[in-house]
């Protein structure tokens, strides 16, 4: 690269200059292009191969495997506004929320059709996020964080006080035998003496079909959030994160940019809470409560913020350790132990005791520690950083190194 | 013909009067040179014409369009007025070439437009413009460094190909060469010169001297909050009342 561009030091030699910064553009876009399609190819080839590849894990049951996908679709857009802008918002469980009940009362009310639902809590979401983005985008920082937190657990508390006709309370939405279910009943689907199940076109919504209907959205969801990091939009995004200032003094309005971007993030957060209502049809409030919140933010700094595919590994580990670690036992400790004598295993067995079953909070509070101070940039990083090891990365000149820098993590 | 006029504008931090009654033309396709010692209100004056300040009164109208009454920096951008900043306002945390890419993106977009689908690389206008500005200012060979790890003058050129990739009208400048070495005052000083053979207007505000008068067609001195002297280089050279504001006050 640097010996095409050896010839263009003086300004005034315009023409070569254009011809040859073309071709070592256009290289370099082919290998981001064909970096990305890589990228794709695995992402889908692991999320659709989950269940076999989390088998040794013990982590190969469907229900778990949804919550992945789920999960993963919600850290995908958080990142897209706190990874992006560096905007923190603390309030995006109110969009989940939504997003959930809007998915349930498309189920009472139309059809048990997962597609209508799901475009009915993204667009619930959708206009959600606009109404508290436009409000709380007013100011920046912790103030910013702060409106988005108390937008959320105002949205908590309502959904619990008054606006119980539309939320049901504390009881949670669900469904009933009595729902209208109006574009159903016009295409003659039979009502059953028990309550209906969630169907895409006849196929139940349950168990591993479930989890692969949300795990094709999951693909698509990271696609667009792939287009989204590589478009103009996406630069622009990054432009507001790294000097706001220059920004404005550059004739951009950086207003309408954050309100799109959280808006696009608030959206993929009602993807994922109507994906949730689609795999389990019900919904209640405490999926709106702030430590809701805190959890997706924990998932995209735990992962890495501002890289593609970091938010989704860590919204992985974070479900893999409330649902695997949290069933860890004394007797399975006493197990794993087995090989070690006997005093040994049972001081061991006593030392672990506290970092798993209920203690699992535990380990992850030391995870997440360990890993904002040593590895800021998430557990990407530490990928980043191992691959650097092994590759040699150490022996290519500085300049070489951060241009590869420049692409953010995938 | 002038492009930037500021008439009778007075501005007033609480008890303080920061600027009184400043009247400046600028004329089309000049260097204009704001000098004057310390707390003469110089940046105060720049910020009013930027939309960062609100003058308390007065008018400043840049190529026809007044540039007070609530219109905001990036509005200002987008009429073709582009600012280098004191301490380099960069893009740290991204490359050369896409720091120079988001202003380019700003004068082929506006100043909103969602263009969230296709990829930034693909496009050539963008990245063309770009690439031929940071190879004008000397820095196309590092266009895919980060830009965090850059030394101060460069920094500085680097905001100057940011500006100038917007092709405005008006350039701001505000102490361009502060804190370089003189190595680095001389290259800006050529670099600067470069740029003023093209249709465009600065406004240097400088403390040196010597960038000063190798570059300024039209000097302007301000004093306490006013212009106190207005002219050609030669004849503010010999002024005894350049000379009193610059050393009178401090030794008196």
Aim: one cysteine or more.
């Amino acid at each position: 690269m640097s010996q095409k561009l050896e010839k263009i030091k003086s300004p005034l030699d315009m023409e070569p200059l254009t011809i040859e910064v073309h071709d070592v553009e256009a290289s370099h876009r082919a290998k981001t292009a064909r970096n990305d399609l890589i990228l794709m190819v695995v992402f889908s080839a692991v999320v659709l191969g989950g269940p076999w590849i989390l088998a040794p894990f013990g982590a190969d049951y469907p229900d778990l495997l949804q919550r992945f996908c789920i999960f993963g679709i919600f850290a995908i857009g958080f990142n897209i506004m706190f990874g992006l802008t560096g905007y923190l918002s603390f309030g995006h469980a109110a969009f989940l929320g939504v997003g959930s009940y809007a998915a349930v009362w498309s189920f009472k009310l139309l059809t048990m059709n997962a597609v209508p639902a799901v475009i009915f809590g993204v667009l619930c979401a959708g206009l959600f996020s606009a109404a508290i983005g436009y409000i709380s985008l007013r100011r920046a920082g912790i103030y910013f964080s702060i409106l988005t937190l108390a937008f959320a657990q105002m949205s908590y508390n309502l959904a619990y006080s008054v606006l119980t006709p539309i939320t049901n309370g504390e009881t949670g939405l669900q469904l009933e035998l009595s729902d209208s279910r109006m574009l159903d009943a016009a295409m003659g689907i039979e009502r059953t003496s028990s309550l209906p199940v969630t169907n895409l076109f006849g196929m139940k919504m349950s168990g591993y079909e479930g989890f692969y209907f949300c795990a094709i959205i999951l693909i698509i969801a990271f696609y667009i959030s792939l287009r989204i990091f590589r478009s103009p939009f996406g630069m622009m995004l990054r432009g507001i994160k790294t000097n706001q200032n220059r920004m404005a003094y550059t004739g951009i309005n950086t207003r309408p940019y954050l309100l799109t971007a959280f808006v696009i993030s608030g959206m993929y957060a009602g993807l994922a809470g109507s994906l949730m209502a689609v795999t389990d049809p019900l919904a209640g409030a405490e999926r709106m409560q702030w430590t809701a919140s805190g959890e997706v933010v924990l998932m995209t700094i735990l992962g890495g913020a501002g890289t593609l595919i970091g938010p989704v590994i860590g919204a992985g580990v974070i479900k893999y350790f409330e649902n695997i670690f949290s069933a860890f036992n004394e007797d399975t400790l006493h197990a794993a132990y087995s090989f070690l004598p006997e005093g040994l295993a049972d001081f061991m067995t006593t030392i672990s005791h506290p970092f798993v079953g209920e203690g699992w909070h535990l380990t992850l509070g030391v995870l997440f520690m360990m890993i904002v101070i040593f590895l800021p940039g998430g557990l990407m990083e530490g990928a980043q950083r191992i691959a650097n090891l092994f590759s040699g990365a150490g022996k290519k000149s500085k300049a070489e190194s951060s241009a590869t820098d420049t692409q953010p993590a995938e | 013909m002038a492009i930037l006029e500021v008439s009778g504008v007075n501005k007033t931090f609480g008890g303080l009067k920061a600027l009184t009654d400043v009247n400046l033309t600028v004329e089309e396709n000049t260097i204009h040179a704001i000098i004057g010692p310390n707390g003469a209100g110089k940046s105060t004056m720049l910020n009013c014409m930027m939309g960062k300040l609100q003058p308390d009164n007065g008018v400043v109208n840049f190529d026809g369009t007044s540039l007070l009454g609530g219109i905001t920096p990036y509005q200002i951008n987008q009429l073709g007025v582009c600012r280098v900043f004191q301490t380099p306002e960069v893009f740290s945390d991204m490359s050369l070439l896409e720091n120079v890419m988001i202003p380019s993106l700003a004068r082929h977009d506006g100043a909103f437009e969602f263009n969230g689908w296709g990829p930034v690389a693909k496009r050539d206008e963008v990245s063309q413009d770009a690439i031929q500005m940071l190879a004008e200012v000397g820095l196309a060979e590092q266009r895919n460094v980060i830009t965090g790890s850059l030394s101060r003058g460069d920094k500085r050129r680097l905001e100057m190909a940011m500006c100038l990739v917007q092709k405005p009208k008006l350039l701001l400048l505000d102490e361009p060469t502060a804190g370089m070495s003189r190595a680095d005052t001389n290259n800006t000083i050529e670099l600067l010169k470069k740029i003023g053979e093209r249709d465009i207007t600065m406004i240097i505000i400088e403390h040196d001297m010597h960038v000063v008068f190798s570059l300024a067609d039209h000097i302007s001195v301000l004093a306490q909050g006013t212009v106190i002297v207005d002219g050609k280089p030669e004849s503010i050279k010999g002024d005894p009342r350049v000379i009193e504001a610059y050393l009178g006050g401090e030794l008196g």
